[in-house]
């Protein structure tokens, strides 16, 4: 059978992931790599409505737990919608966020704890995960700046929390990478997106020759 390879991609507000990974997908299909990209909460009907739900700027009111279980709501279904057929037909899924964000956002920096949120997610995502994660890096000072300057790009509820919170998941990721020193990788977000693009696209070819 074959299989393809789950790439997520990783990091605070702002990091440039998604400019990335456009540019991170061209590159391997320009090399023959058949490559989707995608992104959480999203990527298909019923997670983007759940996006819509979780990110609405108004809904204050949302509780923590609620927030973390519409997270794993939206993945399980882009799973089972999006993800596990395309891997089964051998392509390479990029994906802008995944469990680690859940981790990073609401186990660590909403303070429900990384090993409660995992294992909530364990029944969304069995044990789909993923072959490689880009960590993308940056101070959230950067990061939020950056998105106030992207044009098109909405202010969404959690871009609107407290300057602590954006220091707490950046805090979250780093803990993520002591956990998960071989499957996360970590590039400093902060450089030039060219230099940026080729340090990751170098990280994904090292794991494609080794497969
Ligand atoms: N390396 C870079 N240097 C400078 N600007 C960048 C870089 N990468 C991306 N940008 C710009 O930063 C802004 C945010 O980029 P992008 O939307 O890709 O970030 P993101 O990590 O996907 O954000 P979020 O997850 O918060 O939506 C865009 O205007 C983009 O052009
Ligand atoms: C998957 C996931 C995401 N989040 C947060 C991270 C961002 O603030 C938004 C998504 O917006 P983006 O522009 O698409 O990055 O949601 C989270 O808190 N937990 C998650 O599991």
Known sequence: MKKGLFITIEGPEGAGKSTAATLIAEKLRIEGYDTIITREPGGIDIAEQIRRVILEPGNTAMDPRTEALLYAAARRQHLVEK?????????????????????????????????E??????????????????YFDIAPEEGLARIEKHQGREINRLDLEELDFHHRVREGYQLLLGRFPNRIQK????????EVVEEAFSKIKKLLVSN
């Open 83 to 115: 993800v596990r057929p395309a891997l089964k037909d051998g392509s390479i899924v990029l994906c802008d966020r995944f469990v680690d964000s859940s981790l990073a956002y609401q186990g660590y920096a909403r303070g429900l704890g990384i090993d």
């Open 117 to 134: 949120v995992y294992k909530i997610n364990e029944f969304a995502i069995e044990t789909m995960m993923p072959d490689l994660t880009i």
């Open 187 to 194: 590039i400093d977000a902060s450089l030039d997106l060219k």
